[in-house]
């Protein structure tokens, strides 16, 4: 096992779409699994306006977003911890910034989530989030 250095990081972090997103409310830790974005100076994400994480981040917006990989024998693995606050977006126009970037994460035409941005941007518990990339680490066996 190994540090990861900055470039094998930000690589890692540009190429998957899948993390874990990690908070804490008054009972303790809680996690959601979500797709994500980024364009090299945060990670936007989201999870469901009014839900547990909503409120998790609305009380305690320090966060940990965790991304792993590893093959099935788990004898190649890979992962990246970002620490950070979150911060929750609100205007229409960030909200839509972070969705295209999504979109472009996974392959996708970066409008394909425009229509998500609006319900988003419409909803008063929205969650959508963006959190910087500034203390983060890897680790790897590979």
Partial sequence: MR?????EIMEFIEYWTWGT???IDDTGPYAVELS???DGSFIYCGSRPGGRMARCIMKHPQVAF???D???T???WRAVIIEGKAERLTSYEDILYSVRCIARQRGLHEHAFDAVAQRVYQHPESNSLRIPLMHFSGVTNM
């Fill in 3 to 7: 540090p990861m250095n900055k470039k």
């Fill in 70 to 72: 590893s093959d099935r």
């Fill in 66 to 68: 965790k991304i792993c």
């Fill in 36 to 38: 994500y974005g980024t």
């Fill in 74 to 76: 788990y004898s190649r």
């Fill in 21 to 23: 997103l990690i908070a």
